[in-house]
């Protein structure tokens, strides 16, 4: 099977219907998803933790979303949420969210584990969070092609064969016959990438895929995962606290902070025109050189409290220009040019002060 056979679902071109209007421009297109003032909140007797407040944006089919943001900032439970994968008893969820034709929120239990690996995949850091420990790699990536579209053994096993293979694991054969942990962490990385990918997505979740990698095993996997998702046609939201990484992978970029997305928009307008100011901290503390696989630092204070987020914006206790207004109310995301939306009440004056 080539690159080819695997995206001929997710990429097929639009058929059209005689005396119909010409096809839509990729421009017009549909977003393949949509989310809509989401919002979960974890709640126990205790406590109560607002990880998702209020985030909504839209993505294109075949395009990478990288969401950036520290430690704690929400970018997993977004991801999670969108592929039901958050503790049910705990986990309030509010908002919408709609991937190609389904609407996420309305699935049942079952239909949605027929959506996860079809339409949407999910690849974590830790690829031993997907892979189980007892079965092959060969015997793990058959059985998810046969769940979800039957066929013989036989068939699914040669597919486990040519994903493997797609995924350049070395000696694919043989290691369709290893056990996880008989792999390197970069390999089980591939394998994982290699499981996700067959049902052929048309949605892949990458959640930090290659933090806990070393930096050149780090760089294979991104060049990998940026050519299988131009070469099937893939949506990617790619999550990351690393702008390296962004840089190298994403078309949009959104920057997260408490749970809200903070600034959007086109990799080069954000990473070179950046206007929100902890996404200009976030930057400032990539150039001075911090280690890429530590989190952030320079930016003065701490992470705001997901128990208690005050009433203003969640930035402004360690923001350099934060005024009296900023604690009042919420910053509305405003574009500062077209496609580049902000939410700082000084979004121009920051941008000036650079
Ligand atoms: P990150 O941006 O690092 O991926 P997460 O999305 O994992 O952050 O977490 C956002 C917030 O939600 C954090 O405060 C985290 O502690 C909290 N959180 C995540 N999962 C759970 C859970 N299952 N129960 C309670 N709190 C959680
Ligand atoms: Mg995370």
Do not use: W
């Not at 579209?149 to 290893?178: F, I, N, T």
């Not at 976030?282 to 890429?292: D, F, I």
């Amino acid at each position: 099977m080539s690159l080819q056979t695997i995206g001929a679902a997710s990429a097929a071109a639009p058929t059209a219907t005689p005396g119909a209007l010409p096809a839509a421009s990729p421009l017009s297109e549909r977003p393949l998803v949509e989310v809509k003032v989401l919002s979960v909140k974890f709640v126990s007797r205790d406590t109560t933790v607002h990880a998702v407040n209020g985030v909504s944006f839209a993505m294109m089919p075949g395009e990478v979303l990288c969401i950036i943001g520290e430690s704690g900032s929400g970018k997993s439970v977004t991801m999670r949420a969108l592929i039901q994968l958050l503790p049910k008893r705990r986990a309030v969820v509010s908002g919408a969210m709609r991937v190609g034709d389904h609407d996420i929120r309305a699935l049942s239990a079952r239909q949605m584990s027929d959506v996860r690996g079809s339409t949407i995949s999910m690849v974590f850091q830790e690829p031993m969070t997907a892979l189980d420990p007892v079965y092959t790699i060969g015997d793990q990536i058959a059985e998810t092609v046969v769940r979800h579209e039957g066929g013989s053994r036989k068939a699914a096993m040669a597919r486990a064969l040519e994903l493997l293979q797609v995924v350049k694991v070395p000696s694919a054969e043989r290691r369709l016959q290893a056990f996880p942990h008989e792999l390197s962490g970069g390999l089980r990385q591939r394998a994982m990438i290699a499981l996700a990918l067959s049902c052929r997505p048309s949605l892949l979740l990458a959640d930090e895929p290659t933090t806990a990698l070393d930096a050149t095993v780090q760089i294979q996997v991104l060049i990998l995962l940026r050519k299988l998702q131009r070469d099937l046609g893939m949506g990617v939201i790619f999550v990351t606290h690393d702008i390296g990484v962004a840089a190298q992978i994403a078309d949009k970029v959104a920057v997260m902070y408490a749970g809200r997305i903070v600034e959007y928009g086109d990799v080069r307008d954000v990473l070179m025109r950046p206007r929100h100011p902890y996404t200009l901290g976030m930057l400032a503390s990539t150039v001075h050189g911090q280690p890429r696989d530590k989190d952030i630092e320079a930016i003065p204070g701490s992470p705001p409290d997901m128990r208690r987020l005050a009433r203003g914006c969640s930035f402004a206790p360690r923001c350099r220009y934060a005024e009296q207004e900023c604690i009042c109310a919420v910053p509305v995301a405003t574009e500062v040019t077209p496609g580049h939306p902000v939410a700082c009440i000084k979004a121009g004056q920051t941008c000036r002060a650079q």
